[in-house]
C-alpha cells in the first residue's frame, strides 16, 4: 500500500456524489485498507475526504461528511485525530456553504459525535454555529443518532461489524452495484491521465476483492429450524468451476467475468475452513467454533 493506492482512492472518491450506502461503505473500507496503521497514509487519505467536502457543493458536501462519520467510527485509529484537527474548520465552513436543509442534516449528524471526538471540538462548531444564527436542535434520538428524519435526507449508514461488512461488499462484487462505476471511474480516469485506453492494471484492486470473505451461502434444503451448516469438499470442486482471473484481467471490458463466483478462489483461500455459517457467511476451521 503507498501512494498509488492514494491516488486510486482519489479517483474512487470522484463518484460519491449522492448518499449511496455501498459506495460509502466499500469507501470506508477501501480507507482502512490502504493506511493500515500508517499515520501518513491516513493523514493523506484524510485530506483527500476534506478536500471532496471543500471543492464541492451542497449535499455533495454532505456525502463527504458521512464518509467521514463512517471512517470515523467503523476504522477508528488515527483517522480520528486526523479528522479532528481540522474539523472545526471543515465542518462551519461546509455549513456556511450549504442550504437550510442540508444545514439540518449536518446538524443531526453532529449530534451523533459525542463519543467520537473530543468535547472542546464538538463545542467549538456549535458555538460557531449559534454565532452565525444556526438553530441548534436536540441531541437525535435513538442509539447513536440514527434515526428517521425529515427535511436533511436519509443519515449515514450505522458502523458495521466485520462479517457484515464483509457480506455486503461481496455481495456487490457477486450481483453488481455501485462498486462496479467505482472501477469503471478508476480505469477511464487512468486512461485518461497516461493519454491512451490503457487497462487498468488490477493487481491492488484484485487482491483486495480475493481477499474478501465469500458471499453468504445460500440456504440449504433442510428445515427452517437449521441455522448452520457444514461445506463439503464437493462442493469446491464443481466440474463447471471457473478458473481464476488472470493478471492480465482488465475489469473495464470484462465486468460480468468479476462478478461471477470461483469456488477455485475460494476454496484456496478457505480450503482449511470446511465450516461455513450460512447466516453470515463466516467460516470456521472446526464444528465446535461454528456452534460456539
Known sequence: ?????????????????????????????????????????????????????????????????????????????????????????????????????????????????????????????????????????????????????GGGGALPPPPMNAAAQGSLLASMLVGGGDISGLLKSIAFAKAHAHGSALPLTPGVTQQRQTALPPPPAPPPSAPPQTTVAAATPAATQKSHDLPPLGAGFDPTTGEAELRKRREIVIHALYGDKPHQCVTTGARFASRNELDA
Open 1 to 149: 500500500m503507498g501512494d498509488d493506492d492514494v491516488a486510486e482512492y482519489a479517483l474512487a472518491l470522484r463518484e460519491l456524489v449522492v448518499n449511496s450506502k455501498p459506495v460509502i461503505t466499500s469507501l470506508t473500507m477501501l480507507a482502512g485498507e490502504i493506511t493500515g496503521n500508517d499515520p501518513g497514509l491516513t493523514k493523506m487519505v484524510t485530506s483527500l475526504i476534506e478536500k471532496h467536502i471543500r471543492v464541492n457543493r451542497g449535499k455533495v458536501k454532505l456525502t463527504g461528511f458521512y464518509l467521514l462519520d463512517s471512517v470515523c467510527k467503523n476504522v477508528k485509529g488515527h483517522f480520528v485525530q486526523c479528522f479532528g484537527a481540522n474539523l472545526v474548520t471543515t465542518f462551519l465552513g461546509a455549513y456556511a456553504a450549504v442550504d437550510d436543509v442540508t444545514r439540518k442534516a449536518m446538524v443531526r449528524l453532529l449530534g451523533t459525535w459525542n463519543n467520537v471526538f473530543p468535547q472542546n471540538t464538538l463545542g467549538a462548531i456549535q458555538r460557531g454555529i449559534a454565532g452565525g444564527g444556526g438553530a441548534l436542535p436536540g441531541p437525535p434520538s435513538g442509539v447513536g443518532g440514527f434515526g428517521a428524519g
